[in-house]
């Protein structure tokens, strides 16, 4: 494979970008290769500067459902940009959206846009403080929030010691209001909490992980969750940015018929504009200014481009339910082929999937958790990674990421994936 031009690219993004990327798991570093500059998408294919293309499953890490540049979204887009960039003003499609996103996740009353999963996750914790007077939050170890300071915090040595910054510029003060219990591991969240008594805000969770691989909870640890914050009166957030809109229309919450108080959206709800939200019950969102004393701003929160692609998408969602079975036999079929590769090599390599996220650890053990996931041989994740690429299939140049099927992918896609995922497995195991 010829990557001459991306490797020109990548030298010079390196003076002028730190690492010459905007976001380090783009730099490949972790599969020990550099990464390709990519032109142009179309569906499920996307090709870079040198001419080579892709059958492809990052699906810019999450946000195309549709595959790359779906005509509907599109045009949704040239529409707006004929009227303007922002205006920074409310706009009706801002109320159309809210309408949309309340219509499609029933535990959500109201909802305020904001630019990324990052936003929306820092504010809901905010709001959540605000709300209950408290704060500390637990989250699980594994799970991933996007980066601000509070979340970039793992379990310190001991089930009940503080938790330590993962990064240089988080304060000890930080890592102190963030209580890090095990996923899938309910007695954990109760020693936490019978140990800061009145104490915690928030529990914070994806309902589907999808940043330590993808790793579905498990429903009665859900219940016990939803049964332990009512109880305590904490606010259960379930951050659903990457699996809102994803494993269901109404995300993982409609898939387990569990209801948490807050949910944070990203991704999906942008149609791959820049776009976060959150949003839950009117009593706890009405404590947000200028209702309520819980500060939350944004110069470009809903703005018109962002909003009519994000519209668009969601809009789509809901006038083509059948779109997730459509995804749930796509991933199946692509997943069963995967595992009878597995097999007929003599492996069993554990596999997870929920609808359309699915990743394949390279561990035999049962992945149900973060230790569990990180038994995965990441080494041999780069070297499958950087067979799969050569044989034109690109994937998540990390283990612990997700590998996303999108409408777009087409059987032939599945077929020639599958054929490529048993060469590039006999090659390195
Ligand atoms: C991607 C992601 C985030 C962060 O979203 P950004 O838009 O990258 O800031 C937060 N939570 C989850 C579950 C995510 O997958």
Not at 22 to 38: D, H, Q, T, Y
Not at 305 to 320: E, N
Request: charged share 20%; net charge neutral.
């Amino acid at each position: 494979m010829n990557v001459e031009k991306s490797k020109q690219l990548f030298e010079e993004a390196k003076k002028y970008i730190p690492g010459g990327v905007n976001s380090p798991v783009r730099a490949f570093k972790s599969v020990g290769s550099e990464p390709l500059f990519i032109t142009k998408g179309d569906g499920s294919h996307f090709r870079d500067v040198d001419g080579n293309e892709f059958i492809e499953y990052i699906g810019s890490w999450g946000p195309h459902l549709f595959g790359h540049n779906p005509p509907f979204i599109r045009q949704a887009l040239l529409n707006a940009i004929e009227n303007g960039t922002s205006f920074g003003t409310p706009t009706e499609l801002e109320v159309r959206m809210a309408e949309l996103i309340t219509q499609l996740v029933p535990s959500v009353e109201k909802v305020r846009m904001v630019n990324s999963g990052t936003e929306a996750t820092m504010s809901a914790i905010r709001l959540a403080r605000g709300y209950t007077k408290r704060e500390k939050f637990i989250k699980f170890e594994g799970c991933y929030h996007g980066h601000a300071d509070y979340f970039l915090i793992k379990a310190g040595s001991g089930a009940l010691t503080l938790g330590v910054p993962t990064s240089p510029g988080v304060t000890k003060g930080n890592a102190a209001d963030t209580l890090l219990a095990d996923y899938n591991d309910i007695e954990s969240v109760k020693k936490l909490i019978s140990s800061n008594k009145n104490e915690i805000a928030a529990v914070i969770i994806e309902p589907v992980a999808g940043n330590m691989g993808v790793v579905p909870s498990k429903k009665e640890f859900l219940t016990g969750l939803r049964e332990i914050c009512t109880s305590e009166k904490i606010v259960l957030i379930f951050d659903e940015v990457m699996s809102g809109f994803r494993v269901s229309a109404s995300g993982a919450q409609g898939l387990y018929g569990i209801q948490p108080d807050l949910t944070t959206f990203g991704k999906i709800i942008g149609g791959g504009l820049p776009v976060g939200a959150f949003g839950g019950k009117a009593e706890i969102m009405d404590m947000l200014a200028p209702n309520g004393p819980v500060y939350q701003a944004g110069t470009l929160s809903g703005n018109p481009l962002a909003m009519a692609a994000g519209y668009a998408a969601l809009k789509h969602i809901k006038d083509h339910p059948e779109i997730y079975d459509k995804l749930e036999e796509k991933a199946f079929y692509l997943e069963k082929g995967m595992k009878d590769n597995i097999k007929a090599l003599n492996k069993n390599y554990a596999m997870n999937r929920v609808g359309s996220m699915m990743c394949m650890f390279f561990t035999e053990e049962t992945v149900e958790d973060f230790k569990s996931a990180v038994k995965s041989d990441t080494a041999l994740y780069g070297k499958y990674f950087r067979e799969m690429l050569a044989q034109g299939i690109y994937l998540a140049p990390a283990q612990f990421e997700a590998m996303f099927v999108s409408t777009a992918h087409s059987k032939e896609d599945l077929d020639k994936t599958i054929k490529a995922h048993h060469l590039a497995l006999s090659a390195v195991i």
